[in-house]
């Protein structure tokens, strides 16, 4: 306790790199969800695909971010941003594991590019060795 306060120990996830891109004119980063009548629709918002993909220091995780993009787009997506800077995080899908590595087997990728997103990428950026 100091003070009026109590103090908590507590770590950020991820140790973010936060002055690489807040200095970009960013409104919203990332997907939406909108209403369209009675339905909800996904999405991409043009300042994070153009402010976003292809920086070097972002890792984008695709675990729960397929199911409503088709996978023509979502490969487009990685393309941009880079095959190399994208995770399947393990830790994190909102649906079933399999429901997610189905929709991950249908992005139009190489068998190369799937080694890199499943592991070699996260391997490499936590300095894992075989």
Known sequence: ???????????????PVLASWLDRPLGVAGRIIVREGKRLVSKLVEEAEKYLLGRDNLYIDIS??????????????????????????????????????????????TEEEFADIYYNNAAKLLKISE
């Open 1 to 15: 306790l100091s003070g009026d306060y109590l103090k908590l120990s507590v770590e950020k996830y991820g140790g």
């Open 64 to 109: 729960s971010s397929l199911f409503r993009i088709t996978p023509e787009e979502a490969t487009r997506l990685i393309r941009k941003h880079g095959v190399k800077k994208t995770l399947f995080g393990s830790d994190y899908p909102m649906w079933s594991y399999s429901d997610e590595l189905a929709r991950v087997s249908k992005l139009l990728l």
